[in-house]
C-alpha cells in the first residue's frame, strides 16, 4: 500500500508564475489535508479537504491560494502569482475518516517550493 | 485558543541514556495529542497518540509518552537513546474543531555516540 505521494517534490518559480503542487492520498483515504513549513517553523494547517468538498479552510491565505480534491484524482494546491514569501515546504496528509478524531494522519514527503 | 508548547528547541543527549522531549498543551474539551517524527527533507512519521485509557502509551521505536492530566503535558520519553533518533519531533494536539493538527516549532533532539 503505497504511502501518500506528493509531486513534484521540488519546484522552482519566478515572482508572479503560479505553483500547482499535487497530492495522492493513502489507498482508501477520502480526507486529505495541507500543512506549510516556513524555514525554522512548525507546520501551519492551511486547509481540510474531503472529495469534492472543503470542509475547513480557515488557515488558507484569502488571496492567491486555492485547494481542490476532485473525484478523480489527486488534491492540488494552486499558489497564483508566487511571491517569495511563498516559499516553504509544503506536506499533504490523508486520513481514511476525519471528524473521528483517533485518526492520525499519514504525511507525504513534502513540496519544496523556492520563489526566485 | 488551543496551543502546544515544546519548552526546548533543542535536547542533547548521550547514546545509551534515557530521552525525555516536553510538551504541553491547551485544548478545550478532550486532549487528542500526537507525537511525530521529522528526518531531514523528509516528511512526518506518526510516533503514538492518547486519546483516552492508559496514561502512559507505547508507540514506535521504542518511544512511550506519559500523558499527564493536571500537569496538562504530553512528554516523549525513550529508556535508551540511539544516535539514530536524532530528528525534529513534534507534538500535535487536535485542535478544537477536530479536523487540524495543531503543530509548534517542534524539538531537535541530538544523540552522540
Known amino acids: 500500500n503505497a504511502g501518500v505521494m506528493q509531486n513534484p517534490r521540488h519546484l522552482v518559480r519566478r515572482r508572479g508564475q503560479e505553483a500547482r503542487l499535487r497530492c495522492s492520498p493513502m489507498?482508501?483515504?477520502?480526507?486529505v489535508y495541507w500543512y506549510r513549513q516556513l524555514p525554522e517553523e512548525g507546520l501551519k494547517f492551511m486547509v481540510y479537504l474531503q472529495k469534492e468538498n472543503i470542509i475547513d479552510e480557515s488557515g488558507m491565505p484569502k488571496e492567491r491560494f486555492s485547494a481542490e480534491f476532485p473525484k478523480e484524482g489527486p488534491s492540488i494546491l494552486r499558489i497564483q502569482q508566487v511571491v517569495r514569501g511563498d516559499s516553504a515546504a509544503y506536506f499533504c496528509a490523508s486520513s481514511p475518516m476525519a471528524g473521528l478524531v483517533i485518526d492520525e494522519q499519514f504525511f507525504g514527503p513534502g513540496t519544496r517550493l523556492t520563489v526566485l | 485558543a488551543q496551543s502546544v508548547a515544546q519548552p526546548e528547541d533543542q535536547v542533547n543527549v548521550a547514546e545509551g541514556n534515557p530521552l525525555t522531549v516536553k510538551c504541553t498543551y491547551s485544548v478545550s474539551g478532550n486532549p487528542y495529542l500526537f507525537w511525530y517524527v521529522q528526518y531531514p527533507n523528509r516528511g512526518l512519521q506518526f510516533l503514538l497518540k492518547y486519546i483516552t485509557g492508559d496514561n502512559l502509551v507505547k508507540g514506535s521505536y521504542g518511544f512511550e509518552a506519559e500523558f499527564n492530566k493536571s500537569q496538562t503535558s504530553f512528554h516523549l520519553k525513550k529508556p535508551s537513546a540511539l544516535v539514530s533518533d536524532s530528528a525534529l519531533y513534534f507534538c500535535?494536539?487536535?485542535?478544537?474543531?477536530?479536523?487540524?493538527?495543531?503543530f509548534g516549532k517542534g524539538t531537535t533532539l541530538s544523540v552522540s555516540s
Open positions: 489507498k482508501g483515504h477520502s480526507h
Open positions: 500535535a494536539p487536535y485542535g478544537q474543531a477536530g479536523t487540524a493538527l495543531i
